[in-house]
């Protein structure tokens, strides 16, 4: 059975994609997994990390990308096929990742949420299904999924959290990076009362950390303490420092021969694949 993680934060820029494709990446690389990513962020940010842009470019125009999932809703005849739109071995490292695959998402997403969704029927409990529909038979083809969400809990988002079994929100330990998280567990806990979703917290996964700043030292003692209390179920202990490789990695221009060539040989690498080997303990398959 496939376990499905959703990385999400209210919060911009905190480092979900940049986590997203290197936990993926570990998960298929190093413990030879067969991973999906599904990018349902219309930024499109994990999808050109793994692909060339071109190429997604030429899926788009096709119509093999995630809006063709909810474009169906809205199409007399679905255009879907997971087959055409999921993507096989992606990754700049190695030429590709033997096992780690992407479901891409889409610009045009943007339009399609403005025009078809709010000038409808909103949120419903249909629109809220698609994703799960779409790719229900294939899901279990993975060991792993890992879904890269916008920072909002929009209907996008929602597809992703109904179909996980778990949540793990990246943070930066700062004032305003961490206020809103109470929001995210409470919000989470609701969606899962009103659905069918399994969903449960796996934690909290400190990014960006600046080890000689007293913000993050102070944040990161107080989301420690208030872990349980606010039912986000742990920190966990690898934390991710602020690093020039991080964010250099995720353009997919650059091609590694492996994984320590990516991430440079001590850090982040190390960081990475001990974060992989925590979150991997703690999902129950
Ligand atoms: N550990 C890190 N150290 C330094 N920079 C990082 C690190 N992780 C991510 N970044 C950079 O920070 C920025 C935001 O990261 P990322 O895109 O992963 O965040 P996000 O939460 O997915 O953002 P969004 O909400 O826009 O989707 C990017 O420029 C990325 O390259
Ligand atoms: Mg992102």
């Known amino acids: 059975m496939a376990k499905v993680i959703s990385l999400i934060n209210l919060k911009g820029g905190v480092g979900k994609t940049t986590l997203t494709v290197a936990l993926a990446e570990f998960m298929a690389a190093v413990y030879g997994l067969k991973v999906l990513v599904i990018d349902i962020d219309p930024q499109t940010n994990s999808t050109v990390a793994l692909i060339d842009e071109h190429e997604w470019k030429r899926r788009n125009v096709r119509g093999q990308t995630l809006l063709s999932?909810?474009?169906?809703?809205?199409?007399?005849?679905?255009?879907?096929?997971?087959?055409?739109?999921?993507?096989?071995?992606?990754?700049?490292?190695?030429?590709?990742?033997?096992?780690?695959?992407?479901?891409?998402?889409s610009i045009d997403l943007i339009e399609f949420q403005d025009e078809?969704?709010?000038?409808?029927?909103?949120?419903?409990?249909?629109?809220?299904?698609?994703?799960r529909?779409?790719?229900?038979?294939?899901?279990?083809?993975?060991?792993?999924?890992?879904?890269?969400?916008?920072?909002?809990l929009g209907l996008f988002t929602q597809n992703g959290l109904l179909i996980s079994d778990y949540y793990l929100i990246p943070v930066v330990p700062d004032i305003l990076s961490t206020y809103g998280i109470p929001q995210i567990?409470?919000?989470?806990?609701?969606?899962?009362?009103?659905?069918?979703?399994?969903?449960?917290?796996?934690?909290?996964?400190?990014?960006?950390?600046?080890?000689?700043?007293?913000?993050?030292?102070?944040?990161?003692?107080?989301?420690?303490?208030?872990?349980?209390?606010?039912?986000y179920q742990r920190v966990f202990s690898t934390i991710i420092p602020e690093n020039n490789q991080s964010a250099a990695a995720m353009d997919y221009s650059a091609s590694y021969q492996n994984?320590?060539?990516?991430?440079?040989?001590?850090r982040p690498y190390q960081e990475y694949r001990q974060l992989t080997e925590e979150v991997l303990k703690y999902v129950k398959r």
């Open 69 to 105: 999932v909810f474009k169906d809703s809205v199409n007399k005849y679905p255009v879907f096929s997971a087959d055409e739109a999921i993507i096989k071995d992606v990754s700049n490292v190695g030429g590709g990742i033997k096992g780690l695959d992407l479901l891409p998402s």
């Open 259 to 266: 994984l320590q060539e990516k991430y440079s040989y001590n």
């Open 116 to 131: 078809v969704l709010y000038k409808g029927k909103g949120v419903t409990q249909d629109s809220v299904m698609q994703l």
């Open 185 to 231: 567990v409470q919000r989470i806990n609701r969606f899962k009362k009103n659905t069918a979703s399994k969903i449960s917290p796996l934690g909290l996964v400190v990014s960006k950390y600046r080890a000689q700043a007293s913000v993050h030292k102070g944040q990161l003692h107080r989301l420690k303490s208030s872990a349980v209390k606010l039912g």
């Open 133 to 152: 529909n779409a790719i229900a038979d294939r899901i279990n083809e993975y060991d792993m999924v890992m879904i890269d969400c916008p920072p909002d």
